[in-house]
């Protein structure tokens, strides 16, 4: 089937709830009808890759957000609800057997046979950042199939499994104050990344607080992810103060991937507010955009969004500091919590009149680039997820009232010092 026979056709006079209900379905397929058909975990992208087989490379936070996408499926019925449950435990099944190291998953696996698959030289071992969005992908999971039922309570008794399993504690490198991306068996500490913010991995402390076997003391968090050296801010951009993260925000996943499952409404610590946060972050990549410095083409209100994908001269994190023309759909549709009408006019510009160059079998293409005239012939999973899962939060909070209902997850916010209207539903 060529590429072409595969595009769907572009629907006319589609209501704002019609377009967000088409998207959701399309770029769920990307989880649903490519997944690996042993493991059931996401492939990392949808075309050949130099570095890797691409139909055998899956990845394990992608696959987080992927069950996150899938438990939408069911709840909006775009897949029946025992098909979903027996995909999480195919998942679960084989995340079961897979390689990992003190319970921490690598960022890939082989799909078939479980082994780690380099992600760079020495990044073949547990990473802690990847391994946090698998969890809390298969949390959410635990708390949606919540029936008495014989599947259902394996299925949870399962996940819990690979939750205690996961040695946070490890990762302080010996007692540090501070945790560390990746261990190796081979290699050791020798990736030497300390996670500090601000960054997309403040999911990865709250799961390191909120573990019941392997928790990590609260100075972690306040010693640790607060003291690098861009996690405060407090500049104006464009009009706008950003309390938190390195000049102009960075790129728009870091209010993406963890607030996938931790609701930013209300929740709050002694550092931010991370609704005021999110929100600040995606009006200035957007405001920048508007401004269009460098003058690419394509650029206005309603085409906006810089944030990690492929690019026409390769993969980057792009962001205002590294703009070099690329626009990701999902960067403006994982905002739509954070700015509802400047993301669905972002949305109706890239199905209304880019449709018939964006819009594909798994949804939207990766990116684009209107000044080299480029579309990125690639989906991928650490893209495609949050758009399913954020646009639902939007809608319904569905996600948000999974994972916040967890009450590992509840007590590692306390311990961290957060306060949220969900710590006293």
Do not use: K
Not at 58 to 68: R, Y
Not at 105 to 124: K, R
């Amino acid at each position: 089937m060529t590429p072409d026979e595969q595009r769907p056709a572009i629907q006319s006079g589609l209501s704002d709830e019609a377009l967000l209900e088409l998207v959701q379905r399309q770029t769920l397929a990307y989880f649903w009808d490519f997944g690996h058909p042993v493991s059931g975990l996401a492939r990392e992208r949808s075309n050949p890759d130099p570095g890797y087989d691409y139909l055998e490379t899956v990845c394990s936070g992608g696959s987080g957000f992927g069950i996150m996408a899938m438990l939408v499926g069911a709840e909006r019925g775009f897949i029946p609800r025992p098909a979903v449950l027996d995909r999480v435990r195919q998942i679960v099944e084989f995340l079961g057997r897979a390689e990992a190291h003190h319970g921490v998953f690598p960022h890939f696996l082989h799909g078939t046979t479980g082994a780690a698959i380099s992600f760079s030289p020495q990044d073949d071992g547990g990473d802690l950042v990847e391994t946090s969005y698998l969890m809390m992908g298969l949390l959410s999971a635990r708390q949606y199939f919540a029936s008495a039922a014989t599947a259902e309570a394996g299925l949870r008794a399962a996940i819990d499994r690979l939750w205690h399993a996961v040695e946070w504690d490890w990762h302080t490198q010996g007692g540090q104050d501070v945790l560390y991306w990746h261990w190796s068996p081979r290699h050791g500490w020798a990736m030497n990344h300390p996670i500090i913010g601000w960054n997309e991995c403040l999911i990865t402390y709250v799961m390191a607080a909120a573990s019941p076997t392997h928790p990590i003391a609260p100075a972690v968090y306040h010693r640790g992810w607060t003291g690098g050296p861009e996690f405060y801010n407090g500049h104006d951009y464009h009009g706008i103060t950003l309390p938190l993260g390195p000049v102009h925000g960075g790129p728009l996943f870091f209010s993406h991937y963890s607030f996938l499952g931790l609701d930013p409404r209300g929740l709050r610590d002694r550092y931010a507010d991370y609704w005021e946060q999110n929100r600040a972050h995606t009006l200035v990549n957007r405001a920048h955009c508007i401004a269009n410095p460098n003058g690419h083409a394509g650029y206005g209100p309603r085409c906006w969004g810089l944030t990690a994908c492929d690019g026409d001269a390769g993969y980057g994190a792009f962001n205002p500091e590294q703009d070099r023309g690329v626009i990701a759909p999902t960067a403006a549709l994982s905002a739509m919590p954070y700015t509802p009408r400047e993301s669905m006019e972002a949305l109706r510009h890239y199905y209304d009149d880019l449709g018939n160059e964006l819009w594909g079998r798994f949804g939207f293409a990766d990116a684009f680039n209107r000044s080299r005239g480029w579309v990125a012939n690639s989906n991928l999973a650490i893209d495609q997820g949050p758009i399913v899962g954020m646009i639902e939060n939007h809608r319904t909070g569905l996600l948000w009232d999974l994972f916040m209902s967890c009450a590992e997850v509840r007590s590692g916010l306390q311990r961290l010092g957060f306060t949220s209207p969900r710590l006293f539903a």
